[in-house]
C-alpha cells in the first residue's frame, strides 16, 4: 500500500509540475461552468434546480481530458526503459499500475470538487434531488475510473503518448457513443447487447438518481478489465525483455 502511495504521489507532483494539473482543473471548470450556466440549454433555460445539464457537459469533458493524463502512465517508462529499474525495487506490477491509476483519479477527483459550488448554489435557489446529484457525481467518478484503466492500458501497448491518447479515444467513443447509437437504431436483442455495452446508458441511469447494481457491475467489468489487462501485456513486455 505504501508503494502504491508513492508512485501516485510522485505522479501528482509531476502532473502539478508540469502545469497539467492547474490546466485539467481549470479549463474542465470554466467549460463546465460556461455550458451549465451561461450557454445554450443552460440551468436558467431548462428552469430546473438540477445539475442534469453539468453531468452531459461533464461526461463528455472528462471523456476528452482524461486520456490526455493517461496517455504518459506507462509510456514514459517504457520509452526511457525505466520500467526495468522500477521493477528492480520492491514495486510489483499491480503496485505500479494502482499507482499511476490512483494518481489520475485524485486529480479527477480534484477537478471535480470545486463543483459542488454549483449544487450548493441550486439548493439556494430552490428544492434540489440531492440523491440525484450525489449518484450523479458517482456516476461521473465511475465513468472517469473505466476511462483511466483503459488509458493506462492504451499506454502499456506502446511507447507513444499520441498513439497511447488517439488509442483511448477510439476504444473509447465505441463504448462512450457509438454503441448507444447503435442501440437506439437496433431492434430486439441486438438493440438490448448494445444498450447494454453503451457508457451513455449506464451513466444516464446513475445521473437520473436511479440506483441499479448492473450500472456498477459494468463500470468495475471496465474498470477490472483495463487494470489487469495493463498488468499482464507489462509482464509479456518484461519476459520478452
Not at 503496485?95 to 470545486?114: C, E, H, N, R, Y
Request: proline share 2%.
Amino acid at each position: 500500500m505504501n508503494q502504491i502511495i508513492q508512485i501516485a504521489k510522485r505522479e501528482l507532483i509531476g502532473f502539478f509540475d508540469s502545469l497539467m494539473g492547474y490546466v485539467l482543473i481549470i479549463m474542465f471548470l470554466g467549460f463546465s461552468g460556461f455550458f451549465t450556466w451561461l450557454y445554450g440549454d443552460d440551468i436558467f433555460f431548462i428552469g430546473e434546480a438540477n445539475l442534469s445539464i453539468f453531468f452531459k457537459v461533464a461526461y463528455w469533458s472528462l471523456f476528452f481530458f482524461i486520456p490526455s493524463l493517461t496517455m504518459r502512465s506507462l509510456t514514459g517508462e517504457l520509452k526511457g526503459g525505466t520500467l526495468e529499474l522500477l521493477l528492480t525495487k520492491p514495486i510489483s506490477y499491480w503496485q505500479l499500475i494502482l499507482g499511476k491509476f490512483t494518481s489520475t483519479f485524485v486529480l479527477i477527483f480534484m477537478a471535480l470538487t470545486p463543483s459542488i459550488i454549483y449544487y450548493l448554489s441550486l439548493w439556494s435557489i430552490g428544492s434540489v434531488d440531492h440523491p440525484a446529484v450525489i449518484l450523479g457525481y458517482i456516476g461521473l467518478l465511475m465513468m472517469s475510473m473505466s476511462y483511466i484503466a483503459l488509458g493506462i492500458f492504451c499506454s502499456s501497448i506502446t511507447e507513444s503518448p499520441v498513439i497511447a491518447l488517439l488509442s483511448t479515444l477510439f476504444i473509447g467513443i465505441f463504448f462512450h457513443q457509438i454503441f448507444e447509437t447503435v442501440a437506439s437504431s437496433s431492434l430486439g436483442l441486438a438493440g438490448s447487447i448494445f444498450s447494454s455495452l453503451s457508457m451513455f446508458t449506464h451513466f444516464e441511469s446513475i445521473s437520473r438518481g436511479i440506483f441499479d447494481l448492473q450500472d456498477f457491475i459494468y463500470f468495475f467489468s471496465i474498470i477490472i478489465f483495463g487494470l489487469y489487462a495493463s498488468k499482464e501485456v507489462l509482464v509479456s513486455r518484461n519476459l520478452k525483455a
